[in-house]
């Protein structure tokens, strides 16, 4: 746990430090302005977290800190860490079974969210990132580089 709060707070602060020198490279000028956007929208989740409960629906955005493995035990989820606050990392589960892959995930990449908040001690976890084909929870997705990850069109 120390080792993963270390690599995390490594990268926030390589970002936070390429932001602050100036650089005109496209992808820090866009960081700057989603990064604060993100920490608007994560007011559900922060509330969620400190009361220890979970929310039906939820949306905002955050900053890619980790690409993880896709876990393919029983329905295939594609899965990344987001970080939402200063102190909020998230889990995001999309189900790739149920709604496409997010193509050319990045750390450092911005993804905008919708679905179901699950409280765990690490921060949570976002599922629900797309449609429900039995109607019994609201509908989620993902956008990520200006393109909508919600559902297969079968």
């Known amino acids: ?4 709060f270390l690599i995390l707070l490594a990268i926030f602060l390589a970002l936070s430090f ?3 020198r100036g650089s005109n490279n496209a992808q820090q000028l866009e960081l700057t ?6 920490k608007m929208d994560a007011g559900a989740i922060v509330e969620a977290y ?14 890619v800190v ?5 876990d393919t035990n029983g329905l295939q989820h594609q899965k990344f860490l987001l970080k939402v606050s200063d102190d909020i990392t998230i889990l995001i589960a999309h189900n790739i079974d149920l709604a496409p892959r997010v193509d050319d995930l990045h750390e450092g990449d ?5 679905g179901e ?38």
């Open 1 to 4: 746990m120390k080792k993963h």
């Open 18 to 20: 390429s932001a602050c």
């Open 33 to 38: 302005p989603v990064t604060s956007a993100a």
């Open 50 to 63: 400190n009361a220890h409960r979970n929310v039906p629906q939820v949306q905002g955005s955050g900053v």
């Open 66 to 70: 980790k690409v993880l493995k896709d």
């Open 110 to 114: 911005i993804v905008d969210f919708k």
């Open 117 to 154: 908040y699950i409280y765990t001690p690490k921060g949570g976890t976002v599922h629900w990132t797309h449609k429900d084909p039995r109607g019994n929870h609201a509908a989620g997705w993902l956008e990520h580089n200006g393109k909508k990850y919600e559902w297969y069109l079968k």
